[in-house]
């Protein structure tokens, strides 16, 4: 099959890449990293990694968790979950994609449902008529796309601003951001709009773990060793579930990149 070729295409190229990358954040023969929580070995670069989580600790403290906590105080629980409805509707598009390429297409076309319903009758998303409908809301991204695929996970790696992330990840958010309709609609107004989508679901996000969050930090002995070790357990997660509902195809290609050398 035409689809199954491209498809083998697009992995030689993904892997190449990943594992060229992947190679340049090896750490150095005989170093060892700082943690020693079994998770090490896969973290490579942790100096750097735990210096710009240090950064983003920063940014979280000063700016985004008061924001986050003065928006759940005072913005009533309905408009929050309109905005919230909102933010994930305009991710249908890009969900859809990813349900397609991880073989899934009775969720792809739940997906293109759902927004259809939702962008008309539910007030330009604001309202979820679609779950009352049938038409629970599920989640893809690339990055999971690629575990399906049989990509593995590469070293962890803390990212400015977004957080904990891998290297397999770090590619899915990029290529993510090219299946947004917006990246390719030009003038102000949809500056202004992808602007405020950003920033709405940056507090969103943020929002919804709050106590979670404050929690793991309250309680950790290792604030970055817990937040590596809940996000690698929760794409895991993910990805396991998202590889159940796949359906089956011949041909599977299976990529994983190797463990970083220690």
């Not at 107004?189 to 992808?194: D, E, I, N």
Request: glycine letters at 10%; a negative charge; charged letters at 25%.
């Amino acid at each position: 099959m035409e689809w199954e070729k491209a498809r083998k295409a697009l992995l030689a190229v993904i892997a190449t890449a990943l594992l060229a990358s992947g190679g340049g954040c090896a750490g150095q023969p005989g170093e060892r990293t700082i943690a020693e929580d079994g998770e090490s070995d896969n973290d490579p670069a942790e100096t750097v990694n735990r210096a710009i989580f240090e950064a983003n600790l920063a940014v979280d403290h000063a700016v985004l968790r008061p924001i986050a906590k003065t928006y759940s105080e005072q913005v009533p629980a309905e408009v929050r979950q309109g905005v919230h409805n909102v933010v994930k509707n305009l991710k249908e598009p890009a969900v859809a994609v990813n349900d397609l390429l991880q073989g899934n297409s009775q969720h792809a076309w739940q997906s293109v449902e759902r927004l259809a319903v939702n962008t008309t009758v539910g007030g330009a998303g604001a309202i979820d008529v679609a779950a009352n409908w049938g038409l629970p809301r599920h989640e893809a991204d690339f990055g999971q796309t690629l575990g399906v695929w049989g990509v593995g996970e590469g070293p962890f790696v803390e990212l400015p601003l977004l957080g904990p992330s891998n290297l397999r990840d770090a590619v899915g958010t990029a290529v993510d951001f090219a299946f947004d309709p917006l990246t390719y609609v030009g003038g102000a107004a949809a500056t202004a709009v992808g602007a405020g989508r950003s920033g709405a679901e940056v507090v969103d996000t943020r929002t919804a773990h709050l106590k979670d969050l404050d929690e793991l930090e309250r309680n950790s002995v290792d604030y970055y060793a817990a937040l590596r070790s809940v996000y690698r357990q929760h794409r895991t997660s993910e990805i396991q579930t998202a590889k159940a509902l796949e359906q089956p195809k011949e041909g599977r290609v299976d990529i994983s990149l190797p463990e970083p050398s220690p």
